[in-house]
């Protein structure tokens, strides 16, 4: 059965700090990886990632993947309060359908 | 382009009663998917709708669920009778039949409590 773990479960910091988000999974005939950003309503797509080593870049969000350790991290750096949200990654085996981890809990205070 | 909508966005009912979530997706999407996430776990896969046809509901809890998509088009789900472990957020998601990625575009959510 596939699995996503995500690491921390929650993260408290202020604006100006730089957050790294980990998930961690096992999934048969690896696809691709994504992550979500929650705010109040929709998942909303940030990233989808799959192939090693090469970093997608998106303003302050930044990720990358690692197929051999089967790992990624999600990085903010000069967080804002506007970044809080839930942050889910999900991986996508041979059927598309993806597995969601609990997903990882930033609130950044001003 | 108008996103995937949920219709309600939230349902308190009495356990024993039925409940019709309805998901309209972005127009043209043929792939339809509904999850469901429980207070505290993470978002589960429920059915995967291409067009009209059930492609896999194997995420499917029991058969006091029946999702439908008549025509292809929007979808609804139903849960008759409703128990209290079906309280969740209920999410919708399409996407492209042609696009390799198939990335998902998700809908607000119906919030669904049963008490």
């Known amino acids: 059965e596939d699995k996503v773990v995500q690491s921390p479960l929650s993260l408290v910091v202020h604006e100006g700090d730089t957050v790294t988000l980990n998930c961690s999974y096992e999934v048969t005939n690896f696809r691709s990886l994504l992550w979500y950003k929650q705010e109040k309503k929709a998942p909303t797509f940030l990233f989808m990632l799959?192939?090693?080593?090469i970093e997608k870049k998106s303003g302050r969000l930044s990720s990358i993947l690692d197929k051999k350790e089967l790992f990624s991290i999600l990085n903010i750096t000069a967080t804002q309060t506007g970044d809080s949200a839930v942050y889910l990654c999900?991986?996508?085996?041979?059927?598309?359908?993806?597995?969601f981890g609990r997903g990882t809990s930033l609130i950044v205070h001003p | 382009e108008a996103g995937v909508t949920q219709f309600p966005s939230h349902s308190v009912i009495e356990k024993g009663q039925t409940v019709t979530l309805r998901c309209d997706p972005i127009?043209?999407?043929?792939?339809l998917y509904w999850y469901r996430r429980v207070m505290g776990k993470e978002i589960k896969f429920l059915l995967h709708f291409v067009k009209e046809s059930k492609q896999d509901e194997s995420g499917m809890p029991n058969n006091r669920f029946l999702a439908e998509r008549t025509g292809g088009t929007y979808s609804t789900l139903k849960v008759q009778p409703a128990e209290l472990e079906d309280s969740g957020v209920y999410f919708c998601?399409?996407?492209?039949?042609?696009?390799?990625?198939?990335?998902?575009?998700f809908g607000p959510g119906t919030r669904l409590t049963v008490t």
């Open positions: 999900a991986v996508s085996g041979g059927s598309y359908i993806p597995t």
């Open positions: 127009s043209g999407h043929d792939n």
């Open positions: 998601a399409s996407s492209h039949l042609s696009d390799s990625r198939r990335e998902q575009y």
């Open positions: 799959t192939s090693s080593g």
